[in-house]
Structure formats: structure tokens, C-alpha cells
């Protein structure tokens, strides 16, 4: 059973930095591309950032909106995809989910999301 | 970017009514088009990808269909599991963008 587990989610200050987690299990993490999507309270869901498979290098794309404070990593020795978020803004304030994604492109198993807030 | 835009973004509905969401991308997505429903408070799932693919486990009753810049999801007769709101996705190119979300309501 393919499962996805967010954490790392809370409270950060303007300008600050957070780390997500997304823990993976029931299938072979290298082989599949990777998403971050993000939900602001009360929105839509906004695509953040893909770490394509290791055929393809690990090799990332962003959306505008995060892209140069974002970066999306991850560490197959521990089936782990990780969002490091530098310069926080309040705007980045949402549920974040980790999605599995198909190699053709769409989200495919999605985890249940982390909650970051940035207040002061 | 590609936008989509859905239609309508609220439809009340009664359970066994047939209901279509509309889906519209500014441009051209061939058929990389996904549609997705969240319930409150929980992930999406995934329903349709490649605009009419149903996936594994979702019921037959939910259908994709179009191709291009317009794309639809029908839901044949509704039943009180499917009051959620439904999201179109496409993955043609990057940046990949959802549409704002149709919520479905009873009536």
C-alpha cells in the first residue's frame, strides 16, 4: 500500500526557514517522480515543486512563486522527500502535501499534509 | 503559464442527479488533464487522469471526457459520498496549475 507522511509543519516568523518531511513506503521511491502542493486556508491547491526519478537525475522544476527560496531534495536511503523554505513569507501559509506523481505528469497518491503558519 | 478555469464554482444538487463540471485551459493540454476531489480536511484523491482514464478503485459513475482546451467531469448519479469539491489539473508543462475547484453541495 503506497503511503506518504508528512511532518516538520508549524509556527515560523517572517523571514524565517522550515524543513518538511514527506516519508514514503509501498513502492520504490527512486523510480517515481515527487510533488509538493500547498493549500493557503480556505483556497484552491497551488503546485510548488517536482523532484523528478533518478532516470531523470533528481533534477527539479518550481513554481515562480517559490522558486529561488524553495528547494526540494530527497534521500532515498531513508524513502524521504524533503521542501526546505527559506525567506518565509505570510503568503506561504497553507496545508502542504506530498504527492506521488506519475511519470506522465499527474499526482497520483497524495499524503495527508502539514500545516506551516508564518506570523509574527 | 497555462490557466485553467473551471465552471460553475458551486453547484447544488440532489443525490441520483446527473451533474458536469466544466474545465477550461487557456491553452491547448492535448490530454494531460487530471481531475481530483477533496473533502474537507483531507487530501485529494485522485479520480481521472489523461482526461477520461478512470483510476483503479473509483466508481463508474464518475467519467471524463474532452480533449484540448475544454474538459469535462460528469458524475452520473450522485450519491451522498460525492459532495466534495472537484479540481482539473493539467500536466502538459511546467509550471503545472489546478483550477480553483468546483464545490458540489447537496440541495
Known amino acids: 500500500e503506497v503511503q506518504l507522511v508528512e511532518s516538520g509543519g508549524g509556527l515560523v516568523q517572517p523571514g524565517g526557514s522550515l524543513r518538511l518531511s514527506c516519508a514514503v513506503s509501498?513502492?520504490?521511491?527512486?523510480?517515481?517522480?515527487m510533488d509538493w502542493v500547498r493549500q493557503a486556508p480556505g483556497t484552491g491547491l497551488e503546485w510548488v515543486g517536482r523532484?523528478?526519478?533518478?532516470?531523470?537525475?533528481?533534477?527539479?522544476e518550481y513554481a515562480a512563486s517559490v522558486k529561488g527560496r524553495f528547494t526540494i531534495s530527497r534521500d532515498d536511503s531513508k524513502n524521504s522527500l524533503y521542501l526546505q523554505m527559506n525567506s518565509l513569507k505570510s503568503e506561504d501559509t497553507a496545508v502542504y502535501y506530498c504527492?506521488?506523481?506519475?511519470?506522465?505528469?499527474?499526482?497520483?497518491?497524495w499524503g495527508q499534509g502539514t500545516l506551516v503558519t508564518v506570523s509574527s | 503559464d497555462i490557466q485553467m478555469t473551471q465552471s460553475p464554482s458551486t453547484v447544488s444538487a440532489s443525490v441520483g442527479d446527473r451533474v458536469t463540471i466544466t474545465c477550461w485551459a487557456s491553452?491547448?493540454?492535448?490530454?494531460?488533464l487530471a481531475w481530483h476531489q477533496q473533502k474537507p480536511g483531507k487530501a485529494p484523491k485522485l479520480l481521472i487522469y489523461k482526461a477520461s482514464n478512470l483510476e483503479n478503485g473509483v466508481p463508474s459513475r464518475f467519467s471524463g471526457s474532452g480533449s484540448g482546451t475544454e474538459f469535462t467531469l460528469t458524475i452520473s448519479s450522485l450519491q451522498p459520498d460525492d459532495f466534495a469539491t472537484y479540481y482539473c489539473?493539467?500536466?502538459?508543462?511546467?509550471?503545472?496549475?489546478f483550477g480553483q475547484g468546483t464545490r458540489l453541495e447537496i440541495k
Open positions: 491553452q491547448s493540454v492535448n490530454t494531460w
Open positions: 523532484s523528478r526519478n533518478k532516470a531523470n537525475g533528481f533534477s527539479t
Open positions: 504527492a506521488r506523481a506519475d511519470n506522465s505528469g499527474y499526482s497520483e497518491y
Open positions: 489539473q493539467h500536466y502538459t508543462n511546467y509550471p503545472i496549475t
Open positions: 509501498g513502492f520504490t521511491f527512486s523510480d517515481h517522480y
